[in-house]
Nanobody, 124 residues
Framework: QVQLVESGGGLVKTGGSLRLSCAAS????????MGWFRQAPGKEREFVAG????????RYADSVKDRFAISRDNAKNTVYLQMNSLIPEDTAVYYC?????????????????WGQGTQVTVSS
């Protein structure tokens, strides 16, 4: 199994940037597809970005395309989410997730392991 710990969240003004990190421990991190999800109060957890185990393929929600970038460093067992041009609609708890399946899933049920989340707040 994999243990995941997110960090890097905080308070930022509209138009600002944050870089989230997800540190993983456990077996064979490099074999897992990874994803970032977010959940705002009263809303369902939604897919933000995903990356294949190799790092060659990525997927993004339409709402964050051209603003966010997911990457991974398998040597460091770490996944990143670079968030630029932030807007208040990005405010949520952001979760890192690991997927042992064959593809990069865009659904919550497609992931096996989850971190505790890190709060991102974007002020007007």
């Amino acid at each position: 199994q994999v243990q995941l710990v997110e960090s890097g969240g905080g308070l930022v003004k509209t138009g600002g940037s944050l870089r989230l990190s997800c540190a993983a421990s456990g077996r064979t991190f490099s074999s897992y597809n990874m994803g970032w999800f977010r959940q705002a109060p009263g809303k369902e957890r939604e897919f933000v970005a995903g990356i294949k185990w190799s790092g060659r393929s990525t997927r993004y929600a339409d709402s964050v395309k051209d603003r966010f970038a997911i990457s991974r460093d398998n040597a460091k067992n770490t996944v990143y989410l670079q968030m630029n041009s932030l807007i208040p609609e990005d405010t949520a708890v952001y979760y890192c997730a690991a997927n042992s399946g064959a593809v990069v899933s865009t659904t919550v049920k497609g992931y096996d392991y989850w971190g505790q989340g890190t709060q991102v707040t974007v002020s007007s």
